[in-house]
């Protein structure tokens, strides 16, 4: 099964578009093991999730240790939950080509994100793995990304709508840039858009559904890590981080519906 028809059964099977990022920090967690953090996490949201995305830094920084967390969390996701690999890797091809099979062959990662800023031989190799997901940088939710995306965004977009051969290339956009979120919409308007910024970096989650899903034919999911994983420090951390899904996940399914909350 390719990424896009996994990813649209579990967003359908569990009415979310809710993308939980497996972020573990652990000066913010419980006094327990990163693996085993992340699979009480797992247990309690896989129901209410339409996929996982952990990020590599915060596996890589802790070396061989981190890296084995890394393959227990993968083993304990449901083989029908996408399983993202936020790495936003990219570099001239032959490296891409051992980038693009560390995650998708080594680490058995149903997507990626990727930085495009070596051009279309860096990205290629990603591509070229026709049943995996490959989400190029766009334009981002951090405050830098205006000092270099805020020129080419819009090229980023037109390009990534060219490379898309095997229709399974998607786009992360912050929802802290409304306006830019909506006109790389209005350029790729059938895109998978993935969108992070809704949380503790301050997007505008309104917006973001707005133009993100309401906008052209396109899906969006949407990426939230430490309001969820760290909505409670105690005992009760996976409960808290279930509560902290099911509320966003309604907030995102009233904006959809247009119906006001009741």
């Not at 802790?62 to 990219?90: W, Y």
């Not at 906008?215 to 509560?243: C, H, M, N, P, V």
Request: with cysteine; proline share 5%.
């Amino acid at each position: 099964m390719n990424f896009g028809n996994k990813l649209s059964l579990a967003i359908n099977r569990n009415n979310s578009l809710v993308c939980l990022g497996l972020d573990p920090n652990v000066e913010l967690m419980p006094n327990i093991g990163i693996a085993e953090f992340n699979r009480e996490i797992i247990t309690a949201t896989c129901d209410v999730v339409c996929a996982y995305k952990p990020n590599l830094a915060f596996y890589e920084a802790m070396g061989i240790e981190g890296l084995r967390a890394l393959e227990s969390t993968r083993e304990h996701i449901p083989d029908d939950m996408p399983f993202i690999g936020d790495a936003k890797r990219g570099d001239i091809g032959n490296t891409s080509r051992m980038y693009a099979k560390a995650l998708f062959v080594t680490l058995g990662f149903d997507a990626a994100t990727v930085n495009p800023y070596l051009g279309y031989d860096s990205v290629l190799p990603f591509i070229e793995y026709a049943e995996k997901g490959v989400f190029i940088l766009c334009r981002t939710s951090n405050p830098g990304a205006a000092d270099f995306q805020d020129l080419v965004y819009e090229l980023v977009a037109q390009r990534a709508k060219e490379w898309n051969h095997h229709d399974n290339v998607g786009l992360v956009v912050g929802a802290t840039q409304p306006h830019k979120l909506n006109r790389i919409r209005q350029i790729c308007p059938e895109m998978t858009l993935l969108i992070p910024g809704i949380g503790a970096q301050g997007g505008d989650l309104g917006a973001a559904v707005e133009y993100g899903v309401k906008t052209g034919g396109g899906r969006a999911i949407f990426a939230s890590s430490r309001q969820i994983l760290y909505a409670s420090a105690k005992g009760d951390f996976a409960q808290a981080a279930r509560e902290a899904v099911l509320k966003l996940r309604s907030q995102i399914n009233t904006l959809i519906s247009g119906d006001s909350p009741g």
